[in-house]
């Protein structure tokens, strides 16, 4: 039995328990379907060989050494992580097309007693539809860009404020990666067609008719690329833009990158690769601080030296003013609180145009 994908609404209500990957994990790991687990029926390896017999010797025994490997991988699963399935389970078989992989993994299941379906088209049906969404035709979006210089608490505000209901997409969160030049995070960034698989699921589950709340980035967030559906619908996005005294940014940034500061010297590292933009000297002068522990008058250092200088560019190349501006005191999760009817209310008025 084959299951058509329409849309990618359709992956909220699939009927299946469980949605197993079939290729190599390679092709896992450059992107996949939502929540599926990797199973391969041939290994990078295996693939690799009966992909070369196939093209450079003989189509037929590359189909029957390509069978053994999988009736032996199949083996392999049916005894692990798939030894606890009862008679119920249902599960949802994928593969690059559709084809010979998923089709070979779903027959033995469906022999066993299991109600294993196909993905027709397997991941490429997946993808075009990403691909569509993103790339082919002007997002059906009402964003509002929420702006502010690094160390605004942008990033907890939109948290903040999906709390409250409101629609929001945060494009670090998905990309794995604060935005700035010391931005990375722990598990490093997904690949760039994992990231826009993620974008487009996320932008699927959105009512068009309701504002969306989105980070002001730039194309980039960090090595991935935003899409250019998405990237166009923010351009022409109102912004609201919040500010802090650099003070209180210097010790948000020092709480948000905890992470980064337990390791001094990753630090250090990153550092140098703002040596072209800010000169030796400076960052030598930022590297001592890193060293010593000084993290709050780093972080102050590089708000005034770098990142706030950074952004001054960017927004009189832009010519784009805010519609509204939001100034807080503090930063700390009850002033962000106290602030957030006030903040409510700008993205309202500029949601409204």
Known sequence: MHLTLNSLDDLARLPADTVIDARSPAEFAEDHLPGAMNLPSLSDAERAEVGTIYVRQDRFLARKIGAAHVARNVARHLEGPLRDKDGGWRPLVYCWRGGQRSGAFASILQQIGWRARVLDGGYRAYRRLVVRLLYDRPLDLRPVLLDGNTGTAKTRLLALLADRGWQVVDLEGLANHRGSALGAMPGGQ??????EGRIAQALARLDPARPVVIEAESNKVGQRIVPPALWQAMRAAPLVEVRAPASERACYLARAYADVTEAPERLVGRLDALRKLQGHARVDAWQAMA??????????????????????????????PPVARIDLDALDDATLATALPRLETALHDAAKG
């Open 190 to 195: 997904p690949t760039q067609k994992l990231f």
């Open 291 to 320: 060293r010593a522990g000084d993290y709050t008058e780093l972080a102050h250092a590089l708000i005034r030296d770098h990142y706030d200088p950074g952004y001054a560019r960017v927004r009189r190349r832009q010519g784009k």
